[in-house]
Each structure stands twice: as C-alpha cells, then as structure tokens.
C-alpha cells in the first residue's frame, strides 16, 4: 500500500536558519506530491506541488521542494525561516495507477515546526 | 479565491447523539472529502464524494457516513457519537480532471464527545 513517511515529529529552528522538512513515499510509480502547511487553528494550505518536469519546485512564502526519485523523497525547504512560519507541515501523495486517478490524496503524519527568536 | 466553509468551529455533544457536521464550497468542485485529523496520525480520509449523490468509503469509514444532495455541500454524519470519534474534522474539494489533486480545505471542526 502507498504511504507517506514524515520521519521527524517536531523540529526547531531559530529564527533566520535554513529549515529542511523530510518526506519519503512508498509508491512505483511517479506520484503527485504536495506539501500542505497549517497554522494554528486553521485548514491546510497548498505550499507547493509537483507533478512531472522539473524536480526542483517553488512555492509560497519562499518555500521549495526537490523530488528525488532514487531516494523516493520529497524535501520541503527554506533558506531562512521567519516566527510567523512556525505551524504544522504536511506532505501528501496522490496515488497514480495508470491513467487511473481518483483525486484522492494520502497525507504524512505531520512535522511540527516551532520557530526560536 | 477559493472558499471552504464548515459550519462550526467547535462542537460539544454527548455519547449517542446524532451529530451533523457540515460543509459547503463556493467553487463549483466535483470533489469533495472529509478527513479526520489526530495527532501523530496525520489526516485520515473518512469519505469521499466525486459527484451529486455519490459517494466513496475513506480509509475509516466505521461509524460515520456522509450525504450530498447538492453539489456544494457536503455533511458527515455520526449516527451515534461515541468518545473515540473526539477529534479534528476537516473538509476539502477539488475539481476533476487535471486539477482534481489540489485540495482546498476548510478551517475545520474541533468535535468533542463527552
């Protein structure tokens, strides 16, 4: 069965450090990944997302990804992390089977980020 | 933008009672999902509907079921509430086709069963 693994529960960092979020997937094929973020008190929101092309993806607030087929990983990463980026991560993967694709997604268990001033 | 209402942000019930959570989105979305969030475990998908008055088992289905009688609006439905159903719900939807991954959520409902 596909899964999604978030080795590390909670990590901190000071405030200005770089910051690298973990995600590994179990799947044969090339899935959609995705990475979600939710801050305290909220829904998700979609941070970035890659589906085929370049490995190296951007998204909002600064963030990027890079999609490593060897290591079946997907890292979220920020150069220099600002308070307000503390939050929940998230990193999700949509099963591909063939052409089939149900529009569902299958979520990691979550990386807890606390920011130190 | 894209707008995904649940009707409360906290819910207080009682063990056995008939709980409705509710959902509605402003997009025009052929999806739609309810997941449980628990910590640890990630979000959980619970439901799912591709399509007016069709609907798809999540991965733990027990103990809950769903109904969509309109295109935008999406209700979970606990039957019976019962202390191990306290926990984070939360809606989301996406279009079919190409864009059908990208989900768009709501702020979610923090149930409680006493």
């Known amino acids: 069965a596909q899964s999604v693994t978030q080795p590390d529960i909670h990590i901190t960092v000071s405030e200005g450090a770089s910051l690298e979020l973990r995600c590994n997937y179990s799947?044969?094929?090339?899935?959609?990944l995705f990475w979600y973020v939710q801050s305290p008190g909220q829904g998700l929101q979609l941070l970035l997302k890659y589906f085929s092309g370049d490995t190296l993806v951007q998204g909002i607030k600064g963030f990027e990804a890079e999609f490593k087929r060897s290591q079946s990983s997907f890292n979220l990463r920020k150069p220099s992390v600002h308070w307000s980026d503390a939050a929940e991560y998230f990193c999700a993967v949509a099963p591909i089977h063939g052409s089939s694709n149900t529009g569902k997604l299958i979520f990691g268990q979550g990386t807890t980020l606390q920011v130190k001033p | 933008d894209v707008k995904v209402t649940q009707s409360s942000r906290y819910l207080v019930k009682r063990t056995g009672e008939k709980v409705f959570l509710e959902c509605v989105q402003d997009?025009?979305?052929?999806?739609m999902f309810w997941y449980r969030q628990d910590p640890g475990l990630g979000l959980r998908l619970i439901y799912f509907s591709y399509d007016v008055k069709m609907k798809e088992k999540g991965d733990i289905p027990e103990g809950y079921s769903v109904s969509r009688e309109k295109k935008e609006r999406f209700s979970l439905i606990l039957e019976s509430a019962s202390t191990n159903q306290t926990s984070m719900y939360l809606c989301?939807?996406?279009?079919?086709?190409?864009?059908?991954?990208?989900?768009?959520f709501g702020a979610g409902t923090r149930l409680s069963v006493l």
């Open positions: 989301a939807s996406s279009f079919r086709g190409a864009r059908k991954n990208i989900q768009y």
């Open positions: 799947y044969g094929a090339t899935p959609y």
């Open positions: 997009m025009d979305h052929e999806n």
